[in-house]
């Protein structure tokens, strides 16, 4: 079996004023679509970042692949690691940390290999989790991605979410997510208002859901003092702290001084961080994130080189659709040590999808392994259509959650260990 073509399709959706310790969502989010075809008729399908850069590499990328084999692993990531050669992605938002060449290879690559497990799950008759090893869970819970929020983008009416400002409003957030989804945990994007009361939000959410993991995830707005701070004032009450302060050796700091394991999608984003966050006992927690670990087999070896050193996993989100959430749950259902639920944006996309509905759905909080074969999701021509023309009107080309933010708040500062 050979690829014949591969087609990669911008699209953007509505997305919500979230705000974070960089700014704020803009009005659209972008995302690209991958379209991988073969001379046996199977199309395998992939999702990735749609920052224009991000798309001019993987149209670069794709024409290397044309004629190789779906099978082929190493020589399909041979091939997009030439077409980068030396080049390195520095995201403008940085969620997501350093930016390496490493990173930037296993990015470009992520969607086309998760389109070619699609393929060989097609011709196989198996499901991607079934190519990873079998699923050991049947269903992947995920968590209740809480975020403070205006009520609306500005000038715009307000939005069917409403405003989240303070701990009331985080509460009755929490509240519409676990009604409508069932998630049985919390987590809550923090970097956005003073530590204290981030504090307080946290603790109102413990009051009004006793029973649910909590977690809180600044984007590493936080100093190590505060940190520590935090940490101890959150003693009994977090299942884990994220990315509370930048980098591995301030973790370590951190790691050593409080009583909750921390997690991370900041500090440890590509291999070479893992010996020294691993030596220095930074994190107890990796969030995994196929985008940029380089899709989904290579996910699951750092999945168990992570198991080697004891090491759990969650997993990473950012603005996502269908394809990203069945790739997601195929590959957290065949991770045995990916313990903790896993972030999606899923509630805030709307239920705008590229995805044929049916194949993915939310029960008390978890989202069964679609039946398949490869990713089981089918791709909804007219959707894809309508949101490429959506990502044609909506004039952005990047994500700059900043420059949005300060277009309305000039004064603005992101928070890097700024508190
Ligand atoms: O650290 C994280 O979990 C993220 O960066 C997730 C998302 O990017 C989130 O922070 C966002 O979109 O604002
Ligand atoms: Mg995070």
Redesign the pocket.
């Known amino acids: 079996m050979r690829i014949t073509e591969i087609r990669v399709t911008p699209v953007a959706f509505p997305d919500p004023p979230?705000l974070?310790a960089m700014g704020v969502?803009e009005p659209w989010a972008l995302r690209s679509v991958v379209e991988v075809v073969t001379d046996e008729g199977l199309t395998g399908l992939g999702e990735s970042y749609g920052d224009l850069s991000h798309l001019e590499r993987l149209r670069g990328a794709a024409q290397r692949l044309i004629g190789l084999e779906p099978h082929a692993h190493h020589v399909l990531y041979a091939a997009v690691a030439a077409s980068i050669g030396s080049d390195v992605f520095v995201d403008q938002?940085g969620?997501?940390g350093a930016g390496s060449n490493q990173k930037t290879v296993d990015a470009v690559f992520s969607p086309f290999e998760v389109a070619c497990l699609d393929i060989r799950g097609k011709a196989a008759g198996l499901r991607v989790a079934d190519l990873l090893g079998g699923p050991v869970r049947d269903a992947v819970p995920y968590s209740a991605y809480l975020?403070y929020k205006w009520a609306g983008h500005p000038g715009a009416p307000e939005d069917r979410f409403g405003a989240a400002l303070d701990p009331e409003g985080i509460v009755a957030q929490a509240r519409w997510m676990t009604e409508t989804y069932g998630f049985g945990s919390l987590k809550l994007?923090g970097g956005v208002l003073p530590p204290d009361q981030e504090i307080e939000a946290v603790h109102a959410l413990r009051d009004a859901f006793p029973g649910l993991p909590l977690r809180i995830?600044p984007?590493a707005a936080w100093t190590t003092a505060t940190s520590v701070r935090v940490g101890k004032a959150l003693d009994g009450v977090l299942e884990y702290l994220?990315?509370p302060t930048p980098d591995i050796g301030p973790m370590a700091e951190v790691a050593a001084a409080v009583p909750m394991p921390l997690a991370t999608?900041?500090c440890v984003v590509t291999h070479a961080h893992l010996p020294p966050a691993l030596a220095r006992r930074a994190i107890g927690v990796l969030?995994i994130d196929h985008h940029y670990w380089g899709g989904l087999l290579r996910s699951s070896q750092v999945a168990a080189l992570c198991d080697t050193f004891g090491l759990p996993l969650s997993m990473?989100?950012?603005?996502h659709l269908g394809i990203s959430l069945a790739a997601m749950t195929h590959l957290a259902a065949a991770t045995p040590n990916l313990t903790h639920a896993c972030?999606t944006?899923t509630p805030w996309q709307d239920g705008q999808d590229v995805i044929a509905p049916g194949a993915l759905r939310f029960v008390d909080g978890a989202v069964p392994v679609p039946e398949g074969p490869g990713l089981g999701v089918e791709l909804d021509p007219d959707a894809l259509a309508r949101m490429h023309e959506q990502y044609l009107a909506c004039g952005l080309t990047r994500r700059d959650?900043t420059a949005y933010m300060r277009r309305h708040h000039p004064d603005f500062t992101p928070k890097r260990a700024h508190w």
């Open positions: 979230l974070n969502h938002h969620l997501t975020f994007k995830d984007n994220e990315d999608n900041m969030l990473h989100s950012n603005s972030d944006h959650d």
